[in-house]
């Protein structure tokens, strides 16, 4: 787990769940590079871990990890904390899980790969709103 | 396949031809049998009954002229039994008797003569002057003293004019004497002239040299045969009739014939009719049986040939649609196994790429700090970043174009307007601009809105806009795109006029990664995503191409049940 905290501005909150490590490691380290304050994590409980800790603002969720559906991973981040803004950022592209995401209150979807642009665009979207 | 269908188009002419026959043959066997014995039955019965009328005629014919000739006779002898003799030999009590013949029986009796036994008329009756005409040389009166009474033929004696004469021999004073009398030709002959049937029927008599007794009209000449020609080649029937057939020698005409024997078998009486009129009922009838005959057979035939023709041609639409579906249905599930292994291996070759991309990213996020700034091969290695950005992305294209197989429902259904979307598509298509290309919409306004996604309908259509594109080329064409009403279905046609799919594709078109397209131009995935669309709505999606004319599909999309 990485934390990034000790910068003067306020910086936005992210929490990264996916059990890709790579993945998440160089999503990571662009983000940090671009001043977020990031908390990776690397499985759904680990996700919800953290986020007992922390207020995050703004969560990036893969849907198909190994020990949890990303769906229930929603379902228990937006019970947890309703004010934080999940984004689906998955390879597990289907009308289905997307249809059902954005019912559980997913802010946005992305499939992977994504372009990194976007993703930031995303962000501070659901920052703003 | 083409050769198949020449093959099934042969099969089913030949099948078609060898029912077509069996049919006839048992059919038309039994109907020609009886028809044969019906009409054989009916020509004998005919034939019975024609002869049996003709007997009937000339039996009664031969009866009145005996009896003409024998009332004739017995006015004669009763004349001799009912007054003296000598009387006979004065002239005026002849002439009494003459006048009442003549009073009773019209112009029959001419005149009356008495003639000695040495052949001199002793006394005479009528209007010639034949007082003491010599007879003894006469062949009539020679046979006329050898029987007691004479009927003679017809000849034209002293008189120069055709009659015959009637004679009874007496004796008087123990010489014999002969009363004879004149008979008017013109009343003897009515009798056998009056027989006449339609135009070649007609009667004569004939006496035993061969002559005629009776005068002929001059356009009916009768068959020249004598008298015993006609009984030895007849066939003897009831009341001494011969029947019998013969040919005429001058022109050829079949002649049935009728003879009847006269006086005392002297003379016969021939009734003869041209075959051909005699039966032309009968021939007529054979014609009609046979022209209905005729015509029933066409018909049958007509008709059978049809009939199979129909049962052929929905025996080969069955068969064509069960091959179809077949078709569909094995399109179908090779579908649904690429689908199935689309989704199992989308998610992990798009963790990886995405990693590739992102870490690439990174890159040229270092890259961007100043420390790197004077690298020298700073701009190659950022090039290198943007490709493999590119083909990260090219990626992602292929695995989620494999990933819609997958999808089981589209989240996107609503009611969509057809022809809204043809516009559009066509819209977007005209603005790329291609060259020589023309696109046309015709759109059928009565059509409803169809429950479907817009997504869905409008990239079948640019998938299929772009494989036109793509057929017609450089060389340019039009591509039509028109939309109809169906019972059950809305019908969109695409068609082009661009180099068409060759018979041997076309079974093949709708397989995933199926293409001919270059290398890189295209992934064989447009048309089996199309397929799986117009599936999914529960639709029909159906090509029909020819080399060089052009290519149309026709997609069919269910219409709301209402």
Request: aromatic content about 8%; some cysteine; overall charge neutral.
């Amino acid at each position: 787990m990485h934390e990034n905290e000790n910068t003067n501005k306020k910086k936005i909150k992210l929490l990264l769940v996916d059990d890709e490590k790579h993945f998440v490691e160089v999503l990571y380290k662009r983000l940090s590079d671009r001043d977020f304050s990031v908390t990776t994590t690397f499985s759904g409980e680990e996700g919800i871990q953290a986020l007992r800790k922390v207020d995050f603002d703004v969560a990036i969720l893969d849907l198909k990890m190994k020990d949890m559906d990303g769906i229930e991973v929603l379902k228990i981040f937006k019970k947890m904390y309703p004010k934080m803004e999940v984004i689906i950022l998955t390879g597990h592209e289907s009308e289905q899980t997307v249809g059902e995401g954005m019912e559980y209150g997913a802010f946005a979807y992305i499939s992977k790969p994504c372009d990194f642009e976007e993703l930031i665009a995303t962000i501070e979207k659901a920052i703003s709103d | 396949m083409a050769q198949d269908r020449i093959t099934n188009k042969l099969h089913s002419r030949k099948f078609t031809r060898n029912m077509v026959l069996i049919v006839i043959l048992v059919s038309f066997i039994p109907m020609l049998l009886v028809s044969g014995m019906v009409l054989h039955q009916f020509s004998n019965s005919y034939n019975e009954k024609l002869y049996a009328h003709l007997k009937e005629m000339i039996h009664r014919h031969a009866q009145d002229i005996d009896s003409f000739l024998n009332e004739r006779l017995h006015n004669l002898q009763f004349m001799l039994d009912s007054c003296d003799n000598v009387d006979l030999f004065n002239e005026s009590v002849l002439q009494e008797k003459l006048f009442q013949l003549q009073q009773k029986y019209g112009d029959v009796f001419e005149d009356l003569g008495i003639i000695n036994e040495k052949g001199v008329q002793e006394s005479y009756a009528g209007r010639l002057k034949l007082e003491n005409a010599q007879y003894s040389k006469a062949k009539w009166f020679e046979d006329a003293l050898k029987k007691p009474f004479y009927i003679s033929d017809v000849f034209l004696g002293l008189r120069s004019k055709p009659h015959f004469i009637i004679s009874v021999k007496r004796v008087y004073q123990g010489k014999y004497f002969m009363l004879r009398s004149t008979i008017n030709f013109e009343a003897f002959n009515f009798l056998a002239e009056n027989l006449r049937i339609g135009n070649t029927g007609f009667a004569f008599i004939l006496n035993r040299e061969g002559n005629f007794q009776t005068k002929l009209h001059d356009d009916m000449l009768p068959s020249k045969k004598s008298y015993m020609d006609f009984i030895s080649a007849g066939k003897k029937a009831k009341h001494g009739i011969y029947i019998g057939e013969l040919t005429d020698d001058s022109d050829g005409k079949h002649i049935i014939y009728l003879a009847a024997l006269l006086k005392n078998n002297d003379w016969i009486l021939v009734y003869q009719q041209e075959k051909k009129e005699a039966f032309s009922d009968l021939i007529r009838t054979q014609i009609i049986a046979g022209v209905i005959l005729f015509i029933g057979a066409l018909l049958i035939v007509i008709m059978l040939s049809f009939l199979f023709h129909q049962i052929i041609k929905h025996l080969s639409e069955a068969d064509r649609e069960k091959e179809m579906m077949n078709r569909q249905i094995i399109e179908t599930g090779k579908l649904a196994s690429v689908g199935r292994l689309a989704a199992g291996t989308a998610h992990e070759i798009n963790n990886p790429v995405a990693i590739m991309v992102q870490e690439a990213g990174w890159i040229e996020d270092l890259l961007k700090k100043e420390e790197f700034q004077e690298g020298e091969n700073l701009q190659e290695i950022e090039r290198a970043l943007k490709q493999i950005n590119t083909q990260g992305k090219r990626c992602k294209e292929i695995t989620h174009k494999l990933l819609s197989f997958a999808r089981k429902t589209d989240t996107q259904i609503q009611s969509v307007q057809v022809n809204k979307i043809v516009e559009e598509v066509v819209g977007i298509s005209d603005k790329k601009s291609y060259t020589g290309i023309t696109i046309n919409s015709y759109k059928d306004q009565t059509i409803p809105p169809i429950a479907g996604s817009q997504t869905e309908i409008q990239q079948i259509l640019l998938n299929l806009i772009n494989n036109a594109i793509d057929a017609i080329g450089k060389k340019g064409g039009k591509i039509d795109i028109t939309t109809r009403l169906e019972e059950r279905f809305v019908l969109i046609v695409v068609e082009d006029d661009g180099s068409g799919i060759p018979q041997a594709n076309q079974d093949r078109i709708f397989d995933p990664f199926f293409t001919t397209k270059a290398v890189g131009k295209g992934n064989g995935l447009g048309l089996s995503i199309c397929f799986g669309i117009v599936k999914r709505m529960g639709g029909e999606i159906d090509v029909h191409s020819t080399i060089d004319i052009g290519t149309r599909f026709d997609i069919r999309l269910p219409r709301n049940k209402t």
